[in-house]
Antibody
Framework: EVQLVESGGGLVKPGGSLRLSCAAS????????MNWVRQAPGKGLEWVSS????????YYADSLKGRFTISRDNAKNSLHLQVNNLRAEDTAVYYC???????????WGQGTLVTVSS | EIVMTQSPATLSVSPGERATLSCRAS??????LAWYQQKPGQAPRLLMY???IRATGVPARFSGSGSGTEFTLTISSLQSEDFALYYC??????????FGQGTRLEIK
């Protein structure tokens, strides 16, 4: 069974940093492009970042470039998102999601909540 | 970036009736369109891809159609568990993946 379990969210002050993690199991993690998608409270889904299976390529939403860094550790079946210089508008549930070829998000974790507030 | 627009924002339908949700792309995405269902407090779940292909385990009452810029998700006979949020997403020009703003399907 495919499982994606996020962790690392919490309450952080504006300008602070967090490192989000996603533990994957039930599939060959190293074969898949992985992603972060976020959802602000009461809002829709916003793609954040993607990383290819061997970390050769990373992609970011234009509005987030420079503050967010995606990475993965295939030996540990884990995905990470380093988020820096956080702003109130970054408050959201951050989902880890697997993508199959062409860009279809076929499995999602339950998400981790990031709250940016003073 | 391709912009996805869903309509209506909220759809009120009685159980047992048919629901039709629309999604429009700002430019052609061919058939590279997916639909997701999200229930309160849960992660999104893949429903359809390729505009009309049901994901594993999705009941046959769900169907998708369309190509280019106009797409439709139809639920033929609404069950109580179908009342949820629905999002469309294009993957023709990925990255970025872009989602519609969602349609809330509520009980009438």
């Amino acid at each position: 069974e495919v499982q994606l379990v996020e962790s690392g969210g919490g309450l952080v002050k504006p300008g602070g940093s967090l490192r989000l993690s996603c533990a994957a199991s039930g599939f060959t993690f190293s074969s898949y492009t992985m992603n972060w998608v976020r959802q602000a409270p009461g809002k829709g889904l916003e793609w954040v970042s993607s990383i290819t299976s061997s970390s050769s390529y990373t992609y970011y939403a234009d509005s987030l470039k420079g503050r967010f860094t995606i990475s993965r550790d295939n030996a540990k079946n884990s995905l990470h998102l380093q988020v820096n210089n956080l702003r109130a508008e970054d408050t959201a549930v951050y989902y880890c999601a697997r993508i199959v070829p062409r860009g279809i998000f076929d499995f999602w974790g339950q998400g981790t909540l990031v709250t940016v507030s003073s | 970036e391709i912009v996805m627009t869903q309509s209506p924002a909220t759809l009120s339908v009685s159980p047992g009736e048919r629901a039709t949700l629309s999604c429009r792309a700002s430019q052609s995405v061919s058939g590279n369109l997916a639909w997701y269902q999200q229930k309160p407090g849960q992660a999104p779940r893949l429903l359809m891809y390729g505009a009309s292909i049901r994901a594993t385990g999705v009941p046959a009452r769900f169907s998708g159609s369309g190509s280019g810029t106009e797409f439709t998700l139809t639920i033929s006979s609404l069950q109580s568990e179908d009342f949820a949020l629905y999002y469309c997403q294009q993957y023709d020009n990925w990255p970025p993946a872009t989602f519609g703003q969602g349609t809330r399907l509520e009980i009438k």
